[in-house]
């Protein structure tokens, strides 16, 4: 009898999830866990686009020497090089897959689809669709995914936790439904493509980003996790104190936006000759100084200089959104503030995404793959989830022998008739309140011990309230959050140096040399 095919578990539905699940499909059964509603996560939301080496202008050493000068020194040179050199491939697969690009208009155009320009980037290499790349790209993945008779999506589940066999060795997910019934998904490998940790934060780039759950189960099974205190804030997210979370594309300002100040002055000149197109880190720091100097609590963006007939071209989905919120962006410049946006952190992977726990694996930004080290720079990222994806696609069709021992008890906290239905959401608040206040742009030393301790008291009042059938999932996850959230700010307490997006008024130098930061639940008490 053949004996049955091993089952490969991956569990988010963003462009490192989708990716991998079409690239194994065919030659192992897949189980895809992924949220039902449209809005989580990120991939969904990036809109710039993806940077690779396309045009025959640009060559693939400017690009690694880029992302290296953005990275701040702490970026892993054979991740760089693994990366760039992959992306071409990785672009071209999605074209053959059907991602409608916008084509350059130019006759002349040495590359058939538009390329436009970000911070930190050299040249002109971004690809995008129109100003809403992201929607694009999981559109069209999921319609794949859809049909592909090999992979089974799950919409259906939390996932609240991984199992191990008694070997070690990560053997799928423990998870939740709807009515906080278990239902546990063995499998041969798992990966995680759970996204980040910016939802740690109060003012993020999208509405729903995950809080570093992922991470934190990885942890919770021996995973080591890297360079957790490097927490991208997107220097222009929208100012609107009433409205929704949105993003004001870094192409806004690859195309020609000024950042003003109040006064309209155009202050990233006096601060770095790259001006507006500076990496992150330095554009997204300089706005929050503007801020705390100024009265108005934003800087704004301004466009216009563009022309009306080229912004409605360029950027179709901010000119709408912003014009149903009354922000006419042809005529009056955006307000903008810096949020939380992407984390460079995550749980160490090799090139193919294995972690040094046995059969796991992750993908895209809940990995710290070493691409990005201190400062992701602009529109890496999704081209860091289509490369691993299929780096770790590959990884997983060799031959390996199936896993043979049993598996360990899963536990949870007993349920109550207890009623944390309220205090819950509660906590999350102060959480990110917690880390937005003294875990953000700027830090100093004691306002990291502060953070410390708040979210060891934040801990500690979770852990009194015992969850009912309505809350465990979200018990759960919360639990997760406030302990990655105390893993970061261990993290970025030991830094003793200011390098990339970690910034700390108390050492405002940077280290001889640049080291990642490495730490383990041990680290927790
Ligand atoms: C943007 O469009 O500015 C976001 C893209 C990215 O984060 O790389």
């Known amino acids: 009898m053949t004996p049955p095919q091993p089952d490969v578990l991956i569990i988010g539905g963003g462009v490192a999830g989708l990716t991998l699940a079409l690239e194994i499909a065919d030659s192992r059964p897949v189980t895809l866990v992924r949220p039902a509603q449209d809005d989580q996560g990120a991939s969904r939301w990036a809109q710039g686009g993806i940077a690779a080496v396309l045009s025959p202008d640009d060559d693939l050493d400017a690009h690694i020497n880029d992302t290296l000068v953005a990275g701040d020194g702490l970026c892993d040179p054979q991740a760089v090089r693994f990366t760039v050199e992959n992306g071409p491939a990785a672009i071209q697969w999605l074209i053959d897959t059907g991602v409608a690009f916008t084509p350059d208009p130019d006759p002349k155009a040495r590359y058939p689809y538009h390329l436009t320009r970000e911070g930190g980037h050299g040249a002109r290499r971004i690809i995008h669709a129109d100003d809403a790349t992201g929607r694009a790209v999981v559109d069209t993945l999921l319609h794949k995914v859809a049909q592909h008779p090999h992979i089974t999506q799950r919409s259906d589940l939390a996932v ?184 460079c952190g995550g749980i160490a992977t090799d090139l193919q995404g294995a972690s040094n726990v046995p059969r796991l694996y992750a993908i895209g930004e809940v990995a710290c793959t070493g691409l990005h080290g201190a400062n992701r720079m602009a529109s890496n990222s999704l081209l860091e989830c289509l490369v691993f994806a299929r780096s770790c696609a590959q990884e997983l069709r060799a031959p390996k022998s199936r896993p043979s021992a049993a598996l360990a008890p899963f536990t949870l906290p007993q349920d109550s008739n207890s009623n944390g239905n309220e205090e819950i959401p509660q906590i999350r608040q102060l959480m990110r309140q917690t880390m937005s206040q003294y875990v953000a742009i700027v830090r100093n030393d004691q306002g990291l011990d502060t953070a410390a301790a708040q979210l060891k008291a934040l801990q500690q009042r979770l852990g009194e309230i015992a969850p009912n059938t309505e809350n465990k999932a979200a018990h759960q996850q919360l639990r997760q959050a406030i302990q990655l959230a105390r893993l970061t700010v261990t993290c970025a307490r030991e830094r003793r140096e200011s390098r990339g997006l970690h910034y700390n008024l108390d050492w405002p130098d940077l280290a001889e040399r640049a080291s990642p930061s490495f730490i383990t639940l041990d680290e927790l008490d």
């Open 160 to 343: 609240i936790g991984l199992l191990r066999d008694t070997a070690g060795h990560c053997r799928g997910a423990y998870c939740l439904d709807d009515n906080a019934q278990p239902h546990t998904l063995v499998a041969d490998d798992t990966v995680l493509a759970t996204g980040g940790a910016s939802g740690l934060y109060l003012h993020t780039t999208t509405p729903a980003p995950a809080s570093g759950e992922g991470m934190f189960m990885a942890a919770e099974l021996g995973a080591t996790l890297m360079n957790l205190e490097f927490q991208q804030f997107h220097p222009t997210c929208l100012y609107d104190p009433e409205g929704p979370a949105f993003l004001i594309s870094e192409a806004v300002r690859g195309e020609g936006g000024r950042l003003l100040n109040e006064h309209g002055h155009r202050f990233m000149l006096d601060i770095d000759p790259r001006g507006e197109l500076a990496p992150r880190d330095i554009v997204a720091r300089t706005i929050d100084a503007e801020i705390q100097h100024g009265t108005q609590g934003h800087v704004w963006l301004d466009i216009r200089h563009l022309g009306e007939t080229a912004i409605r071209h360029h950027f179709p989905t901010i000119l709408a959104h912003c014009l149903s919120r009354r922000i006419d962006i042809t005529q009056q410049p955006i307000p903008v503030v810096p949020a939380a946006h992407y984390s």
